[in-house]
């Protein structure tokens, strides 16, 4: 499966792109994570801190997967709405759960500042709007949740949204703190970083084939034999077959990269903005001050229409911001998965000990990635993690 189409943005900033060598002879190890993307580097990251002999396969290049595709906007909030989360899980499991996506930003920022290369990390304010009227109850209620468990939030009525900003909104919900980064740098950096840190990584090594026995995992290469403790598979939206067991929902989606632009005239802090609506519209600026806009998700199964939804994206982002008139630098159509209850599948695999899986499937898939890196790292050492039955692929 093709996992991107067209030019993502984030691999033409990069000159160097293949950073280690191809597996060439046998090896075992402690723990395999089988997926350089970002979940595969942040999980390299989190446990090159144990002592664990750790190895990672890439079959193609670090990053080249989704998170080429990734906007790289990463909050605390979920697709789905606190207030939703808590109607299906509790209350207890679900404001757990959004407080680990909020802690995880903090261990991201925590990664990023140890890294020897920065990665276009900053913090940032973010809006969260209203589509519509009718969504606007709805968001208020998910804010009054949202400040009954101390999440930090303020909420903008039409006339504050309109003072900030070029476009209206019936109201938002106003969050700071949360993060913008250019997610292929940012794999590559923590690949790079947990490397010198110990972990072994592997480029262009795909894994054919695997044998599971009661204690040891074997997978095969096309030069090497790799037996490990344990395994992950970080291996994102290619997850296909577990993936259709779970009746996770795949679609396109669409992005473009402006060119850079002079003034960001309306558009307040340059925060990042998302919207009520489902599928929703994204957008943030770049370092390099271009603008992404994401958006338009069709089903998977419909013909991949890059031109013309491209188009429509410039033509909302010029009706959100008229003062800012640009063009379309890149355009890019991605598969995008996400689960029926909104969450991601992190633990082991039902049947096999020592298997597990990494797979932030939904918009906060980044966030997730770093929850899931947690998570496993708990497994693994202690057998145990308190949020294991929250994101359990039993589910
Ligand atoms: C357009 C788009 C925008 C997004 N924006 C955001 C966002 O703003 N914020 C956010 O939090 N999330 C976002 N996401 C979600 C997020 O991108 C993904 O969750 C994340 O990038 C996926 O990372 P990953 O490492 O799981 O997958 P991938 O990046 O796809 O990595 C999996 C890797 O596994 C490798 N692999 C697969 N099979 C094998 C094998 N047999 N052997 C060896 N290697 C193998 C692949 O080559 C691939 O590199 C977005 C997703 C898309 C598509």
Redesign the pocket.
């Known amino acids: 499966m093709d996992?991107?189409n067209g030019k993502?943005f984030w691999p033409t900033l990069q000159q160097h792109k293949t950073l280690f060598p191809k597996l060439k002879s046998s090896i075992s190890c402690d723990v395999l994570i089988?997926?350089?993307?970002?979940?595969?580097?942040?999980m390299a990251r989190m446990l090159s801190d144990y002592q664990l002999k750790t190895v990672l396969?890439?079959?193609?290049?670090?990053?080249?997967?989704?998170?080429?595709?990734?906007?790289?906007?990463?909050?605390f909030s979920n697709d789905e709405f606190l207030v939703d989360l808590i109607d299906s899980i509790g209350e207890e499991k679900a404001v757990y759960f959004y407080k680990l996506c909020l802690k995880a930003l903090d261990e991201l920022d925590k990664y990023h500042s140890y890294l020897p290369s920065p990665a276009d990390f900053n913090r940032v304010d973010s809006l969260y709007y209203a589509s519509s009227d009718r969504h606007a109850k709805k968001l208020k209620n998910e804010f009054e949740a949202l400040q009954k468990h101390g999440f930090a939030a303020d909420f903008l009525d039409q006339r504050a949204i309109e003072s900030l900003y070029s476009f209206r909104a019936p109201c938002g919900i106003y969050t700071k703190n949360e993060v913008e980064v250019n997610?292929y740098k940012f794999?590559h950096a923590l690949a790079a970083h947990s490397h010198d840190l110990g972990v072994d990584l592997y480029e262009h090594?795909?894994?054919?084939s695997h044998r599971f026995t009661d204690n040891e995992l074997y997978f095969e290469?096309e030069y090497g034999q790799v037996k490990a403790k344990h395994v992950i598979?970080?291996?994102?939206?290619?997850?296909q077959e577990f993936a259709k067991t779970k009746g996770a929902l795949l679609e396109r989606?669409?992005?473009i990269a402006t060119e850079p632009i002079e003034s960001f005239d309306g558009w307040h802090n340059r925060s990042l903005i998302w919207e009520t609506n489902r599928p929703y519209y994204?957008l943030?600026t770049t370092a390099d001050r271009r603008i992404l806009i994401?958006g338009l998700d069709t089903s998977f199964n419909k013909e991949d229409m890059l031109e013309t939804t491209s188009t429509k994206l410039l033509d909302k982002l010029h009706s959100m911001f008229p003062n800012i008139q640009t063009s379309i630098a890149n355009e890019?159509s991605?598969?995008?998965a996400s689960s029926k209850d909104g969450l991601p599948f992190i633990g082991q695999h039902p049947k096999y000990k020592g298997v597990y899986f990494?797979?932030?499937?939904?918009?906060?898939?980044?966030?997730?990635?770093m929850v899931a890196a947690d998570i496993l790292k708990d497994l693994i050492l202690y057998n145990y993690h308190p949020a294991m039955m929250i994101t359990s692929l039993k589910r």
């Not at 089988?34 to 942040?42: H, L, R, V």
């Not at 090594?205 to 054919?208: C, S």
């Not at 598979?233 to 997850?239: F, R």
Request: proline share 3%; no cysteine.
């Open positions: 996992l991107h993502p089988i997926g350089g993307g970002i979940a595969g580097t942040i396969l890439e079959k193609d290049e670090i990053g080249s997967g989704s998170t080429a595709a990734n906007t790289g906007l990463l909050q997610p794999a090594t795909e894994v054919l290469t598979y970080a291996t994102g939206y290619a997850t989606t669409y992005t994204y943030r994401g890019w991605s598969v995008f990494m797979l932030g499937y939904g918009g906060n898939g980044t966030v997730y990635n």
